[in-house]
């Protein structure tokens, strides 16, 4: 097991003063640096910056960070939904490290499509049946992770398959955890 102890701390982010929403670290005694190229390989719509060693990740309305000897989190309610998000975290990790030798590990950086690029493959008429006024504010919330794909139904239509295809190409949805 990589991970064997830690602390976890909850705090409200240093940009949002009186926040009703926390963020919470766990701060690890080993070094996690090791493990980040296959978090890379396995996680869909993770970040790797290899000369920091820092992996991000959005997990549904959560962002995670994972550094050497720690993981943080975003979004959280209270502490025992800090503890258990952490935990999720790092089972995870724990998991990914000891199936290494069946993941190529990748150290490559990916970058996340912009607003515009995934506005470029929606439908265009402004319907709302997302339940965004328009288009380009659905393609704002699918970016930060805040719609999912399946949210716009005209996608499904057969006139918008190949839109469909290639959004699904680029636009990563997190995988639930834990
Ligand atoms: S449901 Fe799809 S087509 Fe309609 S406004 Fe939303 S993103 Fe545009």
Redesign the pocket.
Known sequence: MLIEKYDVEVFTPPCEPGAERYAAKARLTADISEVLPYLNATLRGAVYMPEASALTWKKGGHNIAFHAYEIATSNVDDREDAEKELKGLIDLVNRTWERRAEITPDVTTRQRPTPMAIYKL??????????????YS??LKLTASQKKIA?????SEPQYAEKLSALQEIVIEAPAIG
Do not use: Q, V, Y
Request: glycine share 4%; charged share 15%; with cysteine.
């Open positions: 929606l439908p265009h008429t402004n319907c709302k049946h997302c339940g965004e006024p328009t288009c659905f393609a949210d716009c139904p005209p996608l």
